[in-house]
């Protein structure tokens, strides 16, 4: 894991209140680096945050992070 995405987890770490499901996936894609980040269903929420804002922090702090542009998708895994 690089360190942009050990940074990234540990980031939503600190938010969610289940921890041991953080998991996030970097992917090399044609339009760049992106991290795939996926929560316990039930902090999706707080990860996202009100209005998206908790989200559009995490992605402006990944990007300061990273030498490249750098995508952050959060990816709902709740499949009812």
Request: overall charge positive.
């Amino acid at each position: 894991m690089t360190a942009r995405a050990e940074a990234l987890s540990h980031l939503v770490s600190g938010i969610v209140d289940n921890p041991d499901d953080v998991r996030v996936r970097e992917k090399n894609t044609r339009r760049g680096p992106l991290l795939e980040v996926r929560v316990n269903p039930e902090d999706l929420g707080r990860v996202i945050g009100r209005s998206g804002r908790t989200a559009r922090a995490l992605r402006t702090v990944t990007q300061a992070l990273s030498d490249d542009d750098v995508r952050v998708d959060i990816v709902d895994t709740d499949k009812r």
